[in-house]
């Protein structure tokens, strides 16, 4: 008889010995294509008291709602929630133009019809662009189902609400177990935001290299950010370091705050959940 190999694995979970109420609490979701990670939000003290992290095989409703049965406080009276969708299927469309009746279009122009998603957009103001994006149907119906009304952006978005208005090339670069969002900066000017898949250390460095070619950016003055699933010690670590000059950690935003629970990890490994909680603040 051979084993059923699960498809939902948990990663970590991390959990405040103090007691949060759940009608003091935001629930914020970060979802993509195999992987789902939250994070549970004091609202009193911008403190974060709980995160978990999962990735699956497939996705699907069966896999979203074992992840919400695992974990009481999802099965409490929370009525808040905020939701980072990192799917690939998403454009950033420059506000001069933007059409809300052309969005399905667009989407459909670049990825193709899909009959099972919904699609939704947000404003970046500070960049004047729209970002469009779709997400599974069945997500967003359990969602609104379970906790009511909440907020929701794209990764793209959420990374780019938080840049700080500095004439540097960058390169942000946010690690899941599979692949990397990254974002280009350009003397402040965004140039791509993009989702790789990666298999080994090369792969990254090949797709980082690259865009450092494509768009004429210096190795030796880029500054490189990391975030995400990635360890100091860590093999991609060391084939980053033998290349770019400005390699650092991102930083958690300054108005949210961990929980003492979280000390023993890495505190970029937070720093994405972290943003989206300064996007409901």
């Known amino acids: 008889m051979h084993a059923v190999k699960r498809k939902l694995k948990q990663l970590f979970h991390i959990k405040s010995d103090h007691l949060v109420e759940a009608d003091q609490s935001i629930l914020l ?39 919400f049965a695992g974990h009481s406080m999802l099965s409490n009276a929370i009525k808040q929630y905020a939701v980072n969708y990192s799917n690939a299927e998403c454009i950033l469309v420059p506000e001069s133009h933007y059409k809300f009746e052309d969005e399905k279009l667009h989407l459909r122009v670049i990825y193709g019809i899909n009959d099972k998603s919904i699609v939704k957009s947000s404003h970046i103001h500070q960049w004047k662009l729209h970002s469009v994006f779709r997400i599974p149907q069945y997500l967003h119906e359990l969602l609104s189902h379970k906790f009511g009304e909440g907020k929701s952006w794209h990764n793209y978005s959420v990374q780019l609400k938080s840049i700080p208005e500095e004439e540097v090339d960058t390169l942000l670069v946010d690690f899941r177990t599979d692949e990397i969002s990254v974002i280009v900066l350009k003397k402040n000017i965004l140039q791509l935001a993009q989702t790789f898949t990666y298999a080994v250390p090369a792969d990254v460095l090949y797709y980082l290299l690259k865009i450092c070619g494509q768009f004429s ?10 975030s995400g699933l990635i360890e100091k010690d860590s093999a991609i670590y060391r084939e980053l370091y033998k290349y770019f000059l400005h390699l650092n950690f991102a930083l958690i935003p300054g108005e949210i ?10 505190a970029h490994y937070f720093t994405s959940i972290c943003k989206l909680a300064t996007c409901v603040s």
């Open 29 to 67: 979701l970060e979802t993509g294509d195999r992987y789902c990670c939250f994070g549970i939000l004091n609202i009193s003290t911008w403190e974060l008291t709980e995160y978990a992290y999962y990735i699956a095989q497939t996705s699907g409703e069966e896999l979203m709602s074992e992840i």
């Open 217 to 226: 950016l210096s190795q030796q003055d880029v500054k490189v950010e990391l």
């Open 257 to 266: 705050k961990l929980d003492i629970a979280f000390s023993e990890f890495p």
